[in-house]
């Protein structure tokens, strides 16, 4: 990857970016682009959710997808957030509802502006793809209420033994024949061209094959990437409004030469520091990031030499790497699948599981594990599953907390606190074999 520093403590020379980086920024923006003319051009819109989308199916029909979470973490990142929560808290909604939502329909209340600074279109459909959260529900049923515009839902059977039966793919099948693509075909005004559809899927394969490499090259000393932080900007455009498409297949093949390139040359990933050559500890990460101090929050790793090999979040729109792929012959199936391997749709057990296959692929030193208030998806049984994860690998952990895009959530020196005394634990237990257990609260 090209850069232009180390982390030395030194003050950091600006930071080039990688090639894909320039690709994705410009992806993003001709999307939004589109969108914001969405209306005079006679496209559809599509508001939809990460977990579950089916975004080769909106694409096949010409419509273009809005992701209401992306929406609200990038409001996030601009600052933007805390406003928009009080708008929402002010019409009544409560301080334990989720922040995405408070953050999203304070944003419509406020005009509904995108981060190119461009208002978003209506959506023409609300698609529900319902993969473990109930928030989802509800958070539709008051953008219906608030747009008056028709719902599709598909409804997908949790995970709750951690296997999918030929009955639970099937049951998903016939929602997505029988009531799904007749409502999208009835908006889009077109029928579906099952071949344009299955091209598409081809092409989330490729690029879901190129992603998987780019994870899986964190197996080496140093990782040539941060599969947490810098994670979040390498799951951007196959989460979103991009797979399937070729933009998508550029970035990934890109991506992973970028990560090849950077293992020849024994470089590690970029921080907001500059690039973190020196890795002292490889941690595993379990749920979102913080958005409104994301930059502070990966510092408070990257400055301790600390590098995230693996995470969880960074699997919720897809896990592919425990071998799931799209596959272009069985179109319907394939989607249904997908849907039904999301991390939020899996039990307790597989994400044990998960995490332990993580420690131990990656060669881990610690688990930490980042609770969200706003997310019961996430947050229900975190620390039973860090204690378990503990328990079958040996690693230790440490559980700290905050919040989406609820800045009155981010405790700094706390969080900061936390961490550091977690690695100073792990690397007493390097040097000596003892530290304890985790550090939790
Ligand atoms: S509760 Fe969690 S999964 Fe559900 S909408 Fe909020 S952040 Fe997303």
Known sequence: MSTTTTNTGERPAPVAKDHSQIRQKRMIAKHYEELAHAKENGKKVVYTFVPGNLTELIESLGMLPVLPEINALQSAMRGRSAGYIAEAEKSGHSEDVCTYVKCDLGMVKSGNIGPTGEKLPEPDLLLLSYTGCFTFLKWFEILREEYKCPV??????????????????????????????????????????????????????????DLVAVWESARNKPSPIDGYFGGVYYIGPIFTAFRGTDDAVAYYRELRAECEAAVAAGEGPMTPDGRLDKQKYRLVVEGPPNWTSFRDFWRMFSNEGAVCVASTYTRVGGLYDLGFRHDPRYPLETMADYCLGCYTNLGLPSRVELLEKYVKDYDADGIVVHSVKSCNSFSAGQLLM????????????????????????????????????????????????????????
């Open 152 to 209: 599709a839902m598909l409804h997908v059977p949790y995970q709750q033994d951690g296997v999918v039966t030929p009955e639970m793919r099937d049951y998903i099948v016939r929602q997505l024949r029988d009531d799904v693509i007749p409502k999208m075909e009835a908006v889009a005004g077109r029928k579906l061209d099952m071949d344009d559809l299955a091209a598409r899927l081809g092409k989330s394969a490729i690029a879901e094959d």
């Open 386 to 441: 860090l204690r378990e994860v503990e328990k079958r690998t040996g690693v230790p952990g440490t559980f700290i907390e905050s919040d989406l895009v609820d800045p009155r959530y981010f405790g700094k020196a706390n969080i900061e606190n936390r961490l550091q005394s977690f690695l100073q634990m792990v690397e007493a237990r390097r040097n000596h074999g003892y530290g304890g257990a985790a550090v939790a609260v």
